[in-house]
């Protein structure tokens, strides 16, 4: 079993920032890739960032130059850096893991955690 949990959504006025973070914890054998999805009202979710085992990361086009995913110091921890928000960045962002639990191959979800953009 693999839990995610995030933190640092809140409400932010346009053009703002928030950090968020995201920590994983169980049987991790091994991670593919973390990542961060969002959904707004009304919406599908969507990839928002991801970064390899490896470090390679990928970014949606709505957001490149704006947000930065990264590594956290802690094992098995991932944040997001999201600047210059927009009321559009408003959604659930979720945290995601693609990895192996023992032998097991695992996508794990976080329960998401609220970014609300408005002044």
């Known amino acids: 079993q693999v839990q995610l949990v995030e933190s640092g959504g809140g409400l932010v006025q346009p053009g703002g920032s928030l950090r968020l973070s995201c920590a994983a914890s169980?049987?991790?054998?091994?991670?593919?890739?973390m990542a961060w999805y969002r959904q707004a009202p009304g919406k599908q979710r969507e990839v928002v960032a991801a970064?390899?085992?490896?470090?390679?990361?990928n970014y949606a086009d709505s957001v490149k130059g704006r947000f930065t995913i990264f590594r956290g110091n802690a094992k098995n921890t991932v944040s997001l850096q999201m600047n210059s928000l927009k009321p559009e960045d408003t959604a659930v962002y979720y945290c995601?893991?693609?990895?192996?639990?023992?032998?097991?191959?695992?996508?794990?979800w976080g329960p998401g955690t609220q970014v609300t953009v408005s002044s």
């Open positions: 169980g049987s991790i054998f091994s991670i593919n890739a």
């Open positions: 995601n893991l693609d990895g192996w639990a023992g032998r097991e191959y695992t996508r794990s």
């Open positions: 970064i390899t085992g490896g470090g390679s990361t």
